[in-house]
């Protein structure tokens, strides 16, 4: 007899996955987990076209956004982590905007040009495995990582990452050594 659990519906993974995300806090749907949480090695290209991975971010906090040019809400917050990247970007803070375009770098490029990113990298995972190995139920979907690599926090849906109350968030964890 086995006691391998049967298959599970992806509807229960949903509900699992959102009763396991914090409280939300007013306003702002960024509250950290009560402890922090591995992520996995994740690999991706940068806007060269060579493979890099998450890791290489180690000893910054870095806001991980995964992200696709074809998911509208996407589209309407990189204006503001592009601002974001203007005002924090640096030795101690990365935005890293992970998209999920299949077309690669060349769509992730032109979106930038199109749009007037100039602030933002090029990284993107055209396989998709990013999806499946950060558990992202959709898109965006924004990953605060500490310096050591490790998920703090994350929110599910776009926000405005330039506010003046996400920006002084952000600059606490930043100043959190």
Same mark, same amino acid.
């Given at each position: 007899? +086995?006691? /391998?659990?049967?298959?599970?519906? /992806?509807?229960?993974?949903?509900?699992? @996955?959102?009763?396991?995300?914090?409280?939300?806090?007013?306003?702002?749907?960024?509250?950290?987990? #009560?402890?922090?949480?591995?992520?996995?090695?994740?690999?991706?290209?940068?806007? @060269?076209?060579?493979?890099?991975?998450?890791? @290489?971010? /180690?000893?910054?906090?870095?806001?991980? !956004?995964?992200?696709?040019?074809?998911?509208?809400?996407?589209?309407? &917050?990189?204006?503001?982590? !592009?601002?974001?990247?203007?005002?924090?970007?640096?030795?101690?803070?990365?935005?890293? #905007?992970? +998209?999920?375009?299949?077309?690669?770098?060349?769509?992730?490029? +032109?979106?930038?040009? &199109? !749009?007037?990113?100039?602030?933002?990298?090029?990284?993107?995972?055209?396989?998709?495995?990013?999806?499946?190995? $950060?558990?992202?139920?959709?898109?965006?979907?924004?990953?605060?990582?500490? /310096?050591?690599?490790?998920?703090? @926090?994350?929110?599910?849906? #776009? &926000?405005?990452?330039?506010?003046?109350?996400?920006?002084?968030? $952000?600059? =606490?964890?930043?100043?959190? =050594?």
């Amino acid at each position: 007899m +086995s006691t /391998r659990p049967g298959p599970v519906s /992806r509807r229960a993974l949903l509900l699992a @996955a959102l009763a396991a995300l914090p409280a939300h806090a007013a306003g702002f749907r960024f509250a950290p987990y #009560p402890t922090r949480r591995p992520l996995p090695d994740l690999a991706f290209l940068d806007g @060269a076209g060579r493979t890099m991975k998450l890791d @290489a971010f /180690r000893g910054k906090v870095v806001l991980l !956004n995964v992200w696709a040019t074809w998911c509208p809400p996407c589209v309407a &917050e990189m204006p503001t982590l !592009n601002k974001l990247q203007q005002l924090l970007g640096g030795k101690d803070f990365a935005v890293v #905007p992970l +998209s999920v375009d299949k077309g690669g770098v060349f769509t992730v490029k +032109s979106f930038y040009q &199109e !749009n007037f990113i100039d602030h933002l990298p090029v990284y993107v995972d055209p396989t998709t495995h990013a999806l499946d190995a $950060l558990h992202v139920l959709g898109t965006p979907t924004t990953i605060l990582v500490d /310096r050591d690599g490790r998920e703090i @926090a994350r929110t599910l849906g #776009p &926000e405005d990452w330039d506010k003046p109350e996400i920006v002084a968030e $952000l600059r =606490r964890y930043i100043a959190a =050594r």
